[in-house]
Nanobody
Framework: QVHVVDSGGRLVQAGDALRLSCAAS????????MGWFRQAPGKEREFVAG????????YYTNSVKGRFTISRDNAKNTVYLQMNSLKPEDTAVYYC?????????????????WGQGTQVTVSS
């Protein structure tokens, strides 16, 4: 089992940058694919970015491509989401999730372990 704790969310202005962090503990971190999801009020939880267990493969939803970067440091058991050029429509609770597989998946049901969420608010 893996325990994940996400952090770093706060209120920022449009155009700002922000980095979210996700610290994992428990079983070997490098076995797990990691993903970031977000959920805005009244909307379903959606995939934002994912990184394979090795770190060699990354995936992004179209709306964040070119602005967000996911990375991981297996030595520190941590995954990051660097968010640049933030827009008001990026406002949501962001969740880190872990999947017991080497391959990235894009649906929430395919991830077994979840952080508590961190609020990102982008003002216009």
């Amino acid at each position: 089992q893996v325990h994940v704790v996400d952090s770093g969310g706060r209120l920022v202005q449009a155009g700002d940058a922000l980095r979210l962090s996700c610290a994992a503990s428990g079983r070997t971190f490098s076995w797990y694919t990691m993903g970031w999801f977000r959920q805005a009020p009244g909307k379903e939880r959606e995939f934002v970015a994912g990184i394979s267990s090795s770190g060699r493969s990354t995936y992004y939803t179209n709306s964040v491509k070119g602005r967000f970067t996911i990375s991981r440091d297996n030595a520190k058991n941590t995954v990051y989401l660097q968010m640049n050029s933030l827009k008001p429509e990026d406002t949501a609770v962001y969740y880190c999730a872990a999947r017991s597989s080497s391959a990235v998946a894009t649906t929430p049901a395919q991830y077994q372990y979840w952080g508590q969420g961190t609020q990102v608010t982008v003002s216009s």
